[in-house]
């Protein structure tokens, strides 16, 4: 079992940055990729980005077109931490934000067995 613990959502005004954590704990040698993944109100959940961390892995990195140049996926992986530095936010990046580990990865997809962690919402005011 893997656990996600995911921290640092909240509001901030059109153009402001904020930083998502998201702390790994538990059997993560499975894992070969992390992401964190949204929800607004009424769509369908969407990847935003997401990192190969496997064992052979480069660390690539992957990002939806809507975030691509705004948004920065990074891990510390002596604090088995997972981060998401998002700048120039705009109101429709407004919604609950959700950290995922997976054992298989395609761009910002996953698959195969997956781990979720609760959720941060971030609200984006204009």
């Known amino acids: 079992q893997v656990q996600l613990v995911e921290s640092g959502g909240g509001s901030v005004q059109a153009g402001g940055s904020l930083r998502l954590s998201c702390a790994a704990s538990?059997?993560?040698?499975?894992?070969?990729?992390m992401g964190w993944f949204r929800r607004a109100p009424g769509k369908e959940r969407e990847g935003v980005a997401t990192i190969y961390t496997g064992a052979t892995s480069t660390g690539s990195t992957y990002y939806d077109d809507s975030v691509k140049g705004r948004f920065t996926i990074s891990r510390d992986n002596a604090k088995n931490t997972l981060y998401l530095q998002m700048n120039s936010l705009k109101p429709a990046d407004t919604a609950m934000y959700y950290c995922?580990?997976?054992?298989?990865?395609?761009?910002?997809?996953?698959?195969?067995?997956?781990?979720w962690g609760q959720g941060t919402q971030v609200t984006v005011s204009s």
């Open positions: 538990g059997y993560t040698y499975s894992i070969t990729c």
């Open positions: 995922a580990a997976a054992t298989g990865c395609s761009g910002t997809i996953i698959f195969g067995t997956q781990y």
